[in-house]
């Protein structure tokens, strides 16, 4: 049973940076695709990365382009979600999840409890 795990969410201040962590059990994340979506309070689900590991097709949302980035350590079995030059509106509950939408529509298969990243506004 595939089991996600994320970590690093932390408050921070407009213009900082954090790393999210996503390690799975249960699987592995070689052929997996995996990514991140957020979700704030009052607002609906909101994809902000997607990697499919086996054509190296990716997606960012159109709102952390140019901010955020990914890297992966495969025999970690864990995927890095860079976040750069955080704003308020960064602030939701961070969740990865296996598989995820390589679009800005689309479903998501399963995800862990996720991590909180909050940015003083």
């Known amino acids: 049973q595939v089991h996600i795990m994320e970590s690093g969410g932390e408050l921070v201040l407009p213009g900082e940076s954090l790393r999210l962590s996503c390690f799975i059990s249960g699987g592995s994340i070689e052929n997996a695709v995996i990514g991140w979506f957020r979700q704030a309070p009052g607002k609906e689900r909101e994809g902000v990365f997607c990697t499919s590991s086996n054509d190296g097709r990716t997606y960012f949302g159109d709102s952390v382009k140019g901010r955020f980035t990914f890297s992966r350590d495969d025999a970690k079995n864990t995927i890095y979600l860079h976040l750069n030059n955080l704003k308020p509106e960064d602030t939701a509950v961070y969740y990865c999840?296996?598989?995820?939408?390589?679009?800005?529509?689309?479903?998501?298969?399963?995800w862990g409890q996720g991590t909180q990243v909050t940015v003083y506004s």
């Open positions: 999840a296996i598989p995820c939408s390589l679009s800005a529509t689309g479903g998501y298969g399963i």
